[in-house]
């Protein structure tokens, strides 16, 4: 069965936190590494996305991130539709490159 992409959504997680002191660099570890054992990727420096099937399954994930943001800095959660992503231009260079594929679903029964 494949998944509809207006219904299927990315979960971005887009943050910009301190580096100044040894603490916080240790934050910005942790709450980086909480992204990644959450099932995140990273797009970019910063910008990290994880894929679900509706939103509703994206919802328990972004709570999960809401406990575990860091005290100083900013976090920005941002949800769109595969559809929507599937439209986002990514550049290297001056060399247009293909976005993400949405990960393999399977269905058990």
Request: charged share 30%; no cysteine.
């Amino acid at each position: 069965m494949a998944l509809s992409a207006y219904r299927s959504v990315w979960l971005f997680a887009l943050f910009d936190l301190p580096v100044d002191t040894r603490e916080s660099r240790k934050q910005y570890a942790q709450f980086r590494k909480k992204l990644l054992d959450k099932g995140f990727t990273m797009l970019q420096f910063s910008v990290y996305a994880k894929h679900f099937a509706t939103e509703d399954g994206a919802d328990s994930t972004r709570n999960a991130v809401r406990d575990v943001l860091p005290p100083r800095g900013q976090v920005r959660l941002l949800t769109i539709t595969d559809h929507q992503f599937g439209r986002m231009e990514v550049y290297a260079g001056k060399k247009r490159e293909k976005t993400e594929n949405p990960p393999m679903q399977f269905a058990l029964f």
